[in-house]
């Protein structure tokens, strides 16, 4: 894991939001910092507060909708290009801003088992340990050991994996101003073959269910699979749901769902992030109507929509 100097941690001008989201979509924002390890975060974040600077923070954009009104706020990107993590033996000491996928990648290499179901999940770790990101039952918090956050004054500080409250889909970072900066994970020795083949399966398999996010306009799975209602039940996919509802026939401007998966908004050419908005609440309705559930979105809304304004902590 190297060690760069610290960057510039002031925005020049302002900039555009929907190059940084993989559904290309959103307004202004006052400037962005992109960062790249724990120390460039900390500074960027204190030199803000100095100045009195309002901010928020966002990773790879993958799991996040951004107002076509922009925001009133500078936007601090904590991301890297190339995966940032040190092995100390069976356990892994990685950046937040590393994307998941090339995390995932990482540990196959180095022959440790544990985080394989998450290939192929766009994100970085942060947003990943944020949201409990998942698949095939095994979730990114099942392998955590411990995080270090930082508040928005700057603080740093680390808690273990039980402080962190995780559920399905979900953890207490969600419900604070903290932002994880660098996470170690306790994997376990496992064969570099059947990792690798186990790693191509799923890759697989999410190519022929997904579209590809790196060219496609999309945030992946839009709401959270529906939680059994009592402990007989399995936890049911809200794709089947939708698409019993009749939510692949939608269509709101550029925005309409993939046709192999109704859970999941594509935007094309001409796209706003309103179309989506609109798009989801079309949806959700739907299911509400036919099965009396009601969908949680899992994908984070930063800025104005309709009448409510809304400010995830990360992606």
Avoid at 66 to 86: C, F, T, W
Avoid at 171 to 184: F, H, M, P
Wanted: proline share 4%.
């Amino acid at each position: 894991m190297t060690s760069a100097q610290p960057r510039p941690s002031r925005p020049t001008s302002a900039q555009r939001l929907a190059p940084f989201t993989t559904f290309k979509l959103g307004g202004l924002c006052r400037g962005v910092v992109t960062c790249t390890n724990r120390r460039e975060l900390v500074q960027a974040v204190r030199d803000l507060q100095a100045v009195g600077d309002a901010f928020t923070l966002i990773g790879g954009g993958s799991n996040l909708l951004v107002s076509d009104h922009g925001l009133d706020q500078v936007v601090i990107r904590y991301y890297s290009e190339k995966p940032l993590v040190a092995r100390e033996g069976n356990n892994l000491v990685v950046q937040a801003s590393t994307l998941l996928d090339d995390f995932v990648a990482f540990t196959v290499q180095e022959g440790l088992d544990g985080m394989v179901a998450c290939s192929g999940i766009p994100g970085t770790v942060g947003g990943a340990i944020t949201g409990n990101a998942g698949a095939f039952g095994e979730q990114i918090g099942d392998h955590l050991v411990s995080a270090t956050l930082v508040d928005r004054a700057g603080n740093e500080w680390d808690v273990n994996r039980d402080d962190l409250e995780f559920a399905y889909r979900s953890s207490k970072l969600q419900r604070s101003d903290a932002y994880v900066a660098a996470a170690r994970f306790r994997l376990k020795p496992g064969l570099r073959e059947r990792m690798r083949a186990q790693r191509q399966e799923i890759m697989q398999l999410r190519s022929a269910k997904h579209p590809d996010w790196r060219r496609v306009p999309t945030a992946g799975s839009f709401f959270k699979n529906i939680e059994p209602t009592s402990k007989a039940e399995r936890r049911q996919a809200a794709g089947w749901f939708l698409e019993q509802a009749g939510a692949k026939s939608l269509r709101v401007g550029g925005a309409h769902t993939f046709s192999e998966h109704a859970n999941i908004i594509v935007a094309d050419a001409g796209c706003t992030a309103s179309d989506v908005y609109e798009l989801s609440l079309q949806m959700a309705a739907l299911v509400k109507d036919r099965f009396r559930l009601v969908l949680q979105p899992e994908v984070q809304m930063l800025g104005s929509f309709g009448n409510t304004k809304t400010s995830p902590q990360t992606d």
